[in-house]
């Protein structure tokens, strides 16, 4: 071995060895230290953020985080109350609030997210298994549909919605509430859980949303129905008005032309009176008048020598010029 190899090693021997004799370790203000003695932990966890002490080689160091992590949970399929089955994906929250505790029972945060599945994960299937599907999609029980809500153009949608005792927020907290006392004895503090995703399972997504058509069809059938009473009743409205409108119109109309036919009559009859050269005259033009309105260019008529409409033709004919 030649001279420099030898100096490389031996630099690194000692360098080695100055750091398992380093009495020193430096604790952060995001980390808690546990101190452990061939394997057990010696004293209380060390959470003050600054340079402390220890002994080489004999005490080992374990550095525990003390900000908040994540837990996020697998989605799982699981019954509701109205045996309806969901896809369900949550996550949640959580800090090592007693890191004595936690060492002692889970050594590292690979045990405790397996900790946190078997623990919030069952108490998730518990929840949801005692509720309606309505109370896992709605975010809370406040949200009733309310009258305008329930309206579309202006038509009322009955629509019966099962009470809400709960919502989803509800049921957040109840997995919160049961999870917690459960991890508080590994040392650790939940801190929220919600649900993340919420889907129907795919072997009866299928059904389901044909079920909801029919309904959104059965509810716009209904619309179409009422629709078309109200048209028929407009309709109806309609040519109730317009009959009474012709009928009044109609009043006046015969009232007008009675009116002007006696007016009419009463001028003749005075005229009719006033001579007889206006009487004969009046004859005339009414004989003319009928005969006009009874017969046209292509009407024959045959005319006896006694009728009034003769004597008129025959009093028209041409006299022979005087000599």
């Given at each position: ?83 309806t ?51 896992i ?24 919605w ?27 503090e ?53 009959q ?18 006696a007016?009419a009559?009463?001028?003749?009859a ?41 004597g ?12």
């Amino acid at each position: 071995m030649n001279r420099s190899l030898r100096n490389l090693v031996v630099a690194a021997l000692v360098a080695w060895v100055a750091w398992l004799a380093n009495p020193f370790y430096v604790v952060t203000e995001t980390e808690q230290v546990i101190v452990t003695q061939f394997g057990k932990p010696i004293g209380a966890a060390v959470t003050n953020a600054g340079l402390h002490l220890r002994i080489p080689v004999i005490h080992e160091v374990h550095r525990i985080e003390r900000r908040a992590l994540e837990w996020d949970g697998e989605p799982r399929e699981m019954p509701t109350k109205d045996k309806t089955y969901l896809v369900v994906d949550a996550f949640a929250r959580w800090r090592i609030s007693d890191p004595d505790a936690f060492f002692l029972r889970l050594r590292d945060e690979r045990s405790a997210r397996s900790r946190l599945d078997d623990i919030i994960g069952g108490e998730i299937r518990s929840v949801v298994a005692a509720h309606d599907l309505i109370e896992i999609v709605r975010s809370n029980r406040e949200r009733q549909p309310t009258r305008e809500e329930a309206k579309a153009d202006g038509i009322a949608l009955q629509v019966h919605w099962p009470p809400i005792q709960s919502g989803r927020a509800a049921l957040d907290r109840l997995v919160q509430e049961a999870s917690a006392p459960k991890l508080a004895s590994f040392g650790i503090e939940l801190l929220n859980v919600q649900f993340t995703r919420i889907n129907y399972n795919r072997a009866v997504e299928q059904s389901i949303y044909q079920r909801m058509i029919s309904e959104r069809q059965q509810i716009a059938e209904r619309f179409r129905s009422e629709g078309q009473g109200e048209a028929a009743r407009i309709l109806g409205n309609r040519e109730k008005e317009l009959q009474l409108i012709e009928s009044e119109a109609y009043r006046k109309v015969q009232v007008v032309r009675g009116e002007a036919d006696a007016r009419a009559s009463e001028i003749y009859a005075r005229a009719y009176n006033q001579t007889p050269t206006a009487a004969e005259f009046y004859g005339f033009m009414k004989t003319l008048e009928t005969w006009q309105e009874a017969a046209d260019a292509n009407t024959t008529l045959l005319l006896g020598t006694d009728s009034d409409v003769f004597g008129l033709l025959k009093g028209l004919r041409p006299q022979a010029p005087a000599r």
